[in-house]
């Protein structure tokens, strides 16, 4: 920041949509969120241009599926069903059909964490 003189003034939010719409209004120039929520927000705005979600990563949360403790054989169920979906070529239209189109990152990493058959 130094070296490019920025001076960073930060805004808080409520929530997503109230940081999302100052972005879009023009009295914010960037906000941090989870990932997943900011490329649906772009969807939602149509692809217009205005919001873009960078590839640099500035976070790493975890994002899971609550599910009742002691129930193995549903969560592994469900880790089943999401590995093959990971695995398959399918994954591309269902995460584009709420995200985007996929990134190589994103599909390594699907299939990195993909439970082997």
Excluded: C
Excluded at 12 to 30: C, H, K, P, Y
Excluded at 57 to 85: H, K, M, Q, W, Y
Excluded at 88 to 101: M, T
């Amino acid at each position: 920041m130094k070296e490019l003189k920025l001076i960073p003034r930060v805004a808080t939010v409520n929530d997503f949509d109230s940081g999302i719409q100052r972005v879009l209004d023009g009295r914010s120039n960037a906000f941090f969120g989870n990932r997943a929520i900011l490329l649906d927000a772009v969807k939602r705005n149509g692809g217009s241009g205005h919001l873009q979600v960078l590839d640099r990563l500035f976070t790493n949360d975890t994002v899971a599926f609550a599910i009742p403790r002691g129930d193995e054989d549903f969560r592994l169920l469900v880790d089943g069903a999401l590995s093959r979906l990971f695995l398959s070529d399918e994954i591309g239209n269902v995460y584009g059909k709420w995200f985007g189109e996929i990134s190589a990152g994103t599909l390594f990493l699907f299939r990195l964490v993909a439970l082997p058959d």
